[in-house]
């Protein structure tokens, strides 16, 4: 997986050069400190942002719901009448596509981060002077594996997004070639949990990365080892050889 924002990410000295491979203003804890320049795409007041937050919510409520509740008939014909709606004003996939990945920035539609992806909680993560990165979130059941704990697979696709946005901070970013987790203890549901990233080391086109997943006293639930090669798939719609 390429996880990081930009086929071009800038080196460490370019940071506050360039701008526009940052997402927005710095993040404040609930402690009110400053967490760092976002590196992920912040929520808006736009349309599809506010769709999208009102699908997290539904996907959110049926799994809460009640089998037997009397309402579900009804509501099934509602879904499926907006579902028609926007599948009749879809462009084509390529198209659509394009769009996705138009311009430099960072992406607005991955599934851990993106605002604009029903499935992405969304985790926003953050850059820090370490040369680390951070994100806090809290995980509701339609990210459960064993009763009310997170799926592993769901944790291993946290920390794999992370360790790519943690390699584009540091300056070198790529693929993922080779993810090793080590499941400490389960991870909870309902409670704040912080990812957290690291660029370790780079030999040539190989990059090393490392996080983790813990809870908010400190305990850490999920570890994880990253290599990844210095390469990037071309853009949709960019013309631009495999780097």
């Not at 409520?61 to 028609?84: C, G, H, K, W, Y």
């Not at 138009?102 to 605002?115: A, K, L, Q, S, Y």
């Amino acid at each position: 997986m390429d996880s990081s924002p930009s086929p071009q990410s800038p080196s460490p000295q370019d940071r506050d050069t360039q701008t526009p491979f940052l997402a927005g203003p710095d993040p404040v804890d609930p402690d009110g400190d400053a967490r760092g320049p976002v590196l992920t795409s912040p929520p808006t007041g736009d349309p599809i942002d506010r769709a999208t937050r009102a699908a997290r919510r539904l996907v959110d409520a049926l799994l809460r719901t009640s089998r037997d509740s009397p309402d579900l008939s009804r509501i099934t014909e509602e879904l499926d009448s907006i579902a028609d709606n926007l599948e009749a004003h879809c462009p084509e996939v390529e198209e659509r596509l394009a769009d996705m990945w138009g311009g430099e920035g960072v992406t607005r539609h991955d599934p851990v981060t993106g605002p604009e992806n029903a499935i992405a909680p969304p985790v926003v993560l953050a850059g820090k002077d370490d040369g680390s990165i951070e994100g806090v979130v809290t995980l509701t059941l339609p990210y459960q594996g064993p009763p009310r704990m997170v799926h592993g697979g769901v944790s291993a696709l946290l920390l794999d997004h992370t360790l790519g946005v943690a390699n584009y901070w540091a300056g070198d970013s790529g693929m993922t070639a080779e993810l090793t987790l080590r499941y400490h203890r389960p991870t909870p549901l309902f409670e704040p949990l912080t990812i957290t990233g690291r660029q370790v080391s780079v030999e040539g086109r190989k990059i090393r990365t490392e996080g983790q997943i813990a809870t908010a006293d400190g305990q850490v639930c999920v570890s994880a080892q990253g290599l990844f090669i210095n390469k990037h798939l071309p853009r949709p719609g960019h013309q631009q050889p495999e780097s």
